[in-house]
């Protein structure tokens, strides 16, 4: 099985990366709000404070993203990393290569002091939760609720 390889995401990779993002919201339902996403995005690649964007490769290619983010809990015994969203391009599936890539995020996570990961995935997302369960993440059996807070029309998630 062949390695892919990860490398922080850059300002200048906004275009490309912005491209699978797009992708990625229409595969999994989720609905593309660009005056919310864009800048969201931005800011990600601007301040690595918020966290981070990995672009995962294959040789020298761009097959796939991850963004990562900081958030704080009190349960979680303070920083923790949230693995908001993981794509792989269609071309890249089927390798084993989402396993890998939860390994970089992992790696990351843990390289910048995180102790815990915690992702979402949709409900009718069974394959992905298949995966994230199988690299040894739990179902804490809770739902997650969300407010608007800008008045944005729109779901925020599917």
């Known amino acids: ?45 601007e301040q690595p404070s918020c966290g981070a964007a990995l672009l995962l490769l294959d040789g020298d290619s761009v097959v796939g993203y991850i963004t990562l983010g900081w958030c704080f809990s009190v349960e979680q015994g303070g920083r923790f990393v949230l693995l908001d969203e993981l794509y792989l391009g269609p071309a890249a599936r089927g390798r084993g290569w989402g396993r890998q890539a939860l390994a970089l995020a992992r790696d990351w996570a843990a390289g910048q002091g995180a102790a815990v990961i915690r992702l979402e995935v949709n409900h009718h997302n069974a394959k992905a939760k298949s995966l994230y369960l199988s690299a040894g993440y739990r179902d804490d059996e809770r739902d997650i609720l969300t407010l608007s807070l800008n008045g944005a029309s729109g779901r925020l998630h599917s």
């Open 1 to 45: 099985m062949s390695e892919i390889k990860a490398r922080l995401a850059q300002s200048e990779d906004f275009p490309q990366l912005i491209a699978m993002v797009r992708d990625f919201y229409v595969e999994d339902q989720i609905p593309y709000i660009a005056e919310r996403v864009e800048p969201g995005l931005q800011t990600l690649l």
